[in-house]
């Protein structure tokens, strides 16, 4: 039996490493290419349902931008507190802004889907850049950078939606370090020419691309997954960039508890169920591997089995994984998470057991 799982560990770590070097390896040595600026109109949209802290603080921001032609596309879901007025405030005093205004829909009640159809149909212009209300870009170049990366062929740029650090907390590093792993994986598979995923929080397409596929519409009944639904519907190897220079980052504040970061991941993870059935697979399949690896190295090293080559293999294992993933959190600006990475990993992985099982019980609530 102990050979069995002997030789097991050894097609577990030859799986991880086919992940950390071959997939995920693609961007994690990649540099970042330079690119001409462009000078194409783009239309910001940005979708608040009760933000009007975050509105007082973040439109200002946009409106910043070092960029010379765009708009800003505010879109109030039905707000019950102080954020359309002060979205109707903003728009009087700027002439970038364009105010969408969403009256609840009984089809269609709280559902962000319908209100992003309703912002993107109001754009004015052809190119589109996302990001949440709670979100604010890291430099005033932000839709400079994001915009560099369209081209005649590549009409969907998937960016990095990081989140603030509060120094000394562990959930604040796993939360980034989950961030970091996610980014890693579809910036990996995007440049493998295997686009999966993208995040709302930074996110940009052509909206030709919205309506070549309909919008939203077949998983409109759906309330999570307007981004990564979509782009998991909407992105091939030819249509699809990144962009991960550190201007174009977006930056939002994390949950402080557990119990909010947990509700947040049941969603992301009830949403991957509905991914094209070759992202489900090889997403499970990693998560898997982890899985098995951590198991088969507790039991192989408690019965002592062949324990000097186990250690010889866990090692080479880590090398790999560690070295990857370190290279990625250099270009995402999450080093720090790096040092943790073991923790992370078996912390990560636990918690998104629990979210699994979890979600078989009950189902998660999604947006506001």
């Given at each position: 039996m102990f050979d069995l799982l002997f030789y097991s560990l050894i097609g577990v770590v030859f799986i991880q490493l086919l992940y950390y070097v071959a997939v995920f390896g693609n961007f994690s040595f990649s540099k970042v290419v330079k690119t001409n600026p462009k000078r194409i109109p783009i239309s910001v949209i940005v979708c608040a349902k009760n933000e009007a802290e975050n509105i007082k603080k973040f439109v200002p921001l946009l409106l910043e931008q070092d960029y010379p032609e765009y708009e800003i596309v505010l879109i109030d879901d039905s707000s019950t507190d102080e954020t359309l007025d002060l979205l109707e405030e903003f728009e009087k005093q700027n002439s970038r802004i364009k105010l969408v205004k969403v009256v609840n829909n009984e089809a269609f009640w709280g559902n962000k889907k319908f209100a992003l159809t309703l912002g993107i149909k109001a754009a004015?212009?052809?190119y589109l850049l996302f990001t949440d209300a709670d979100c604010?870009?890291?430099?005033?170049n932000w839709i400079k950078e994001m915009s560099s990366q369209f081209t005649m062929k590549k009409s969907i740029v998937l960016g990095y939606g990081a989140y603030e650090k509060i120094p000394h907390s562990f959930l604040?590093?796993?939360i980034r370090f989950e961030t970091l792993l996610t980014a890693?994986?579809?910036f990996g598979w995007a440049k493998t020419g295997k686009p999966y995923m993208g995040v709302g929080r930074n996110l940009a397409y052509k909206r030709e691309v919205f309506f070549n596929v309909n919008g939203f519409i077949d998983h409109i009944k759906l309330r999570?997954?307007?981004d990564d639904l979509f782009i998991n519907q909407a992105s091939n190897k030819e249509n699809t960039t990144i962009c991960f220079s550190k201007d174009s980052f977006t930056y939002s504040m994390p949950k402080t508890s557990f119990a909010a970061w947990f509700t947040q991941k049941r969603r992301h993870v009830s949403t991957a169920t509905y991914y094209k059935s070759f992202d489900r697979m090889q997403l499970g399949l990693f998560f898997l591997s982890q899985f098995t690896f951590i198991m088969l190295s507790?039991?192989?090293l408690i019965s002592q089995f062949q324990w000097l080559f186990v250690l010889g293999i866990i090692a080479v294992r880590y090398a790999f994984a560690?070295?990857?993933m370190g290279f990625a959190a250099s270009k995402l600006n999450e080093k720090d998470t790096?040092?943790?990475f073991p923790i992370m990993e078996i912390a990560l992985l636990f918690t998104h057991l629990n979210v699994f099982f979890t979600n078989l019980f009950s189902k998660p609530v999604h947006w506001k």
């Open positions: 004015k212009y052809e604010y870009p890291n430099s005033n604040n590093k796993l890693t994986q579809y999570s997954g307007d507790i039991i192989l560690w070295t990857s790096i040092y943790w």
